[in-house]
């Protein structure tokens, strides 16, 4: 041991600590120590663990968390391969792609709880090694601490459709990361509208929106429309004549706001996009918006089979990335309807794997009778409010949906049309 202790940083802490973070350097340990975690590291950086260290950390639960480069791997697999059989548990994390290391990372933050929060989520993403062998099941005792950061990180990471229809924030609960959304409705009822309205909500949360049927000039137009209260025709005769430049206002309205212009994409290349996008809008997305599945590249042998993996690769998707996901599909219409018609849960196309991939799906629809308005029901929600109906007032010139009150109340619901 008394060689162990010339050699293993901070050996008296770790000693006394049950759980314990790996590190390659000095300033490392010592940053997380300054936010409330207790770590160690080798002397010499990367490459340079040897197995005696290990005995230290016998029965401890261990995080190792590696710098984001080649030598860094490297050195994660060697200090795992050295303690994986005598440690309680080993989770490696992974830091996101745009920061070099731990120190990185904690100087993305403004505070230390902010700090401590976002690490606290990549350990609870990361499957625990038991005896170095990727065991990923949990006591519900072990589940409960993940849960009360969970909990606790809700204002920073969920979001409530309330912020745009208060009707849906009195009835559904906030959405998390992890979550699967769609809204279905017919070709020209306003489901790129509604995805709209979604970002402008949810700003100043990080987004990326997937719009695979529209140049991208065409959504600059659209975004101007609704925040300026302009039709596009009078935004392209302001520009056609305006040389100014509006780029801080438009950081004001959009702060966090990417937008992907991509066709056929694949949900692969999404969640790498996904991924990656942390580079230029510096944090994780907490929110992604893709417009519409239809148009989701993906091989089958069948248009059914094709829309049923990619709902299931979107599901997986949300849970891999930590976000909120929210999709717009086509429905498929009957040909002879009355004003009395509305979708129903099984009105997406190719439905099927749309409706039981997902836990929250709202349809919207046109009403015959008022020209202006939109309705929106609940037509599923694992978290309860199914049933819930919202009819809105929808400007389709300057892409604004707001919700229209009923005799100077705001609606919360109505039975289930027969």
């Known amino acids: 041991m008394d060689g162990v202790e010339r050699v293993l940083y901070r050996l008296p802490q770790i000693t006394k600590a049950q759980t314990v973070w790996i590190f390659e350097g000095e300033k490392d340990v010592e940053n997380m120590a300054a936010i409330g975690y207790c770590g160690t590291c080798n002397i010499g950086g990367a490459g340079k663990w040897l197995g005696s260290y290990s005995e230290a950390l016998a029965g401890k639960d261990v995080i190792i968390c590696g710098d984001n480069d080649e030598a860094g791997k490297k050195h994660v697999d060697l200090v795992f391969e050295s303690i994986a059989q005598v440690a309680k548990s080993v989770k490696i994390i992974k830091l996101p792609n745009s920061v070099k290391d731990a120190s990185d990372y904690i100087a993305l933050f403004k505070a230390a709880d902010e700090a401590r929060r976002a690490f606290d989520e990549l350990v609870s993403s990361a499957h625990p090694n038991i005896k170095g062998k990727s065991l990923p099941v949990y006591s519900l005792a072990e589940i409960e601490n993940d849960y009360?950061?969970?909990?606790?990180?809700?204002?920073?990471n969920s979001f409530s459709l309330g912020k745009w229809l208060p009707t849906l924030g009195a009835n559904l609960r906030p959405l998390v990361?992890?979550?699967?959304?769609?809204?279905?409705g017919d070709t020209g009822t306003g489901k790129t509208a509604i995805l709209a309205q979604i970002a402008k909500a949810a700003q100043p949360l990080a987004t990326v929106m997937f719009e695979l049927e529209l140049p991208k000039e065409l959504m600059f137009e659209r975004f101007v429309s609704m925040s300026a209260k302009m039709t596009g025709s009078e935004v392209e005769r302001n520009y056609q004549s305006y040389d100014g430049d509006s780029s801080q206002d438009i950081m004001a309205a959009?702060?966090?706001?990417?937008?992907?212009?991509?066709?056929?994409?694949?949900?692969?290349?999404?969640?790498?996009?996904?991924?990656?996008?942390?580079?230029?809008?510096?944090?994780?997305?907490?929110?992604?918006?893709?417009?519409?599945?239809?148009?989701?590249?993906?091989?089958?042998?069948?248009?059914?089979?094709?829309?049923?993996?990619?709902?299931?690769?979107?599901?997986?998707?949300?849970?891999?990335?930590?976000t909120i996901i929210i999709v717009t599909s086509q429905i498929s219409r009957p040909k002879d309807?009355?004003?009395?018609?509305?979708p129903s849960l099984h009105s997406a196309k190719e439905s099927g794997s749309i409706e039981s991939s997902c836990g929250l799906l709202i349809a919207a629809w046109k009403d015959f009778k008022e020209v202006g308005t939109l309705n929106m029901k609940v037509l599923k929600s694992t978290k309860g409010g199914a049933q819930t109906f919202v009819k809105c007032n929808f400007d389709g010139a300057r892409m604004i949906i707001t919700e229209r009150a009923q005799h100077g109340d705001v609606p919360t619901s109505r039975p289930h049309a027969d």
Request: charged share 35%; glycine share 4%.
């Open 177 to 184: 990361p992890g979550e699967l959304v769609f809204f279905i």
């Open 148 to 156: 009360r950061n969970f909990v606790r990180a809700m204002d920073e």
């Open 337 to 342: 309807v009355d004003e009395k018609w509305e």
């Open 254 to 322: 959009y702060p966090k706001l990417l937008i992907c212009p991509l066709s056929r994409i694949t949900v692969a290349q999404m969640e790498d996009i996904i991924m990656r996008s942390e580079l230029k809008i510096g944090e994780r997305p907490r929110i992604v918006l893709i417009d519409y599945i239809q148009l989701i590249g993906g091989k089958a042998d069948t248009r059914r089979e094709k829309i049923s993996d990619i709902a299931e690769e979107l599901k997986v998707m949300a849970k891999a990335t930590r």
